[in-house]
């Protein structure tokens, strides 16, 4: 929802600026509700089928963060940060 929501809210809440991060598969204590070998099979999988041949980290997801908030003229944006995740056939 929100990766159509950004545009429109960024024309609504003008000067300010709305952008989106949208992350893949991110290694992060979230997926621990799953036993570890069960976790590590999941994420190879993932890892796999991305271009960058491995899935992502939190620190993937803050430089994304971080590149939208520093570059002002960006409004209503929605940044995929998924290695290519997308891209899978």
Excluded: H
Excluded at 26 to 54: C, H, M, S
């Amino acid at each position: 929802m929100l990766l159509t929501v950004a545009p429109i809210l960024a024309v609504e809440l003008k000067p300010l600026r709305v952008n989106v991060v949208a992350p893949g598969v991110i290694d992060t204590p979230w997926w621990d509700f799953l036993p570890d070998n069960q976790r590590q099979a999941v994420f190879a999988e993932y890892a796999g089928k991305t271009p960058v041949g491995r899935i992502g980290r939190a620190e993937d997801v803050a430089e994304a963060i971080a590149f939208l908030v520093s570059n002002s003229f960006m409004t209503g944006q929605v940044l995929t940060c998924d290695g290519g995740l997308r891209f899978a056939a």
